[in-house]
């Protein structure tokens, strides 16, 4: 069992998450799952993650993700119009390998839920990974605290 899975999914079907998660991932190169994780840790968990933390719980996922999940996104992108049960197929594949990659991020960390955390840790610790800011950053951040 992976509560940062299972908070991953939470957040994720929430409405608006999916676009602003996208945007962040498409126009910034955010990696979603790390963007979640760092959610994860400050909302419930109650860390405050440092520029170096981030870095060396990404390393241990940095592997995976460009030789398993993005090469699967591309392909699932490249099928989108043209075959639907292949499609299909390369979307499932994707979200598993996401699984994958976020049991990686949570052994990596070692970090459980426990009181504490706020949407304002989150916040700071999604900040990490957009320098600069951006809107669709704040959007999510504000879906996190409730706004």
Do not use: H
Not at 13 to 19: D, I, L, N, Q
Not at 80 to 98: I, N, P, Q, T
Not at 131 to 138: F, M, T, V
């Amino acid at each position: 069992m992976n509560p940062f899975w299972d908070f991953s999914l939470a957040v994720y079907g929430r409405p608006g998450v999916p676009a602003l998660c996208l945007s962040l991932q498409d126009r910034r190169g955010v990696d979603v799952n790390v963007l979640l994780f760092a959610a994860w840790a400050g909302l419930e968990c109650g860390v405050r993650l440092s520029e170096a933390e981030l870095a060396r719980i990404d390393s241990a996922v940095s592997g995976w993700r460009e030789e398993v999940v993005r090469p699967l996104r591309a392909l699932r992108r490249r099928a989108k119009d043209e075959d639907d049960a292949f499609y299909r197929r390369m979307k499932a594949a994707e979200l598993e390998a996401e699984r994958v990659q976020q049991d990686r991020l949570f052994v990596a960390a070692g970090f459980m839920p426990r009181p504490g955390g706020s949407a304002e840790l989150a916040a700071r610790n999604m900040a990490l990974l957009v320098s600069g800011g951006d809107p669709a950053l704040d959007e999510l951040a504000g879906v996190l605290a409730g706004r």
